[in-house]
């Protein structure tokens, strides 16, 4: 599967570290967001982070600038996706892009009752 755009979204002054940087912390929530989008959409249900890793940050975000994410199926299991994400940012005021942050999240699929499913299995 390609890579599509999952979110975009505005740096905001709330989501700055102590030093005035974007917090890291925010870009792998960010990027958790994205990747539960398409694993719900691809598992077409319920579908909960269970891992998280591979995280790197070659790039910094100010704020005011543009964060997107975009996310491909990297594996499938049984009852599981892994999902790898990453986020790009753009100067508020330029057409600059940066690669900020990147990341693998496993999702498993659940049923109504919280339990794994198996995929295309919606209730």
């Given amino acids: 599967m390609s890579e599509s755009l999952v979110i975009r979204v505005t740096a905001m002054p709330t989501d700055l570290n102590p030093y005035g940087g974007v917090f890291g912390g925010w870009l792998m929530s960010q990027l958790a967001l994205g990747a539960g989008s398409l694993a719900s959409r691809i598992g077409q249900g319920k579908a909960v982070v269970v891992h998280a890793t ?4 070659p790039g910094a975000m100010a704020v005011g600038d543009e964060l997107s994410v975009y996310a491909r199926v990297a594996a499938r299991g049984r009852t599981s996706l892994t999902i790898a994400a990453r986020g ?3 100067a508020r005021n330029g057409e600059t892009v940066t690669q900020v942050a990147q990341g693998l999240f496993k999702f498993v699929l659940l049923d109504g009752e919280g339990r794994p499913r198996v995929h295309g299995d919606t209730e």
């Fill in 88 to 90: 790009e940012g753009r």
């Fill in 54 to 57: 591979d995280f790197t940050f």
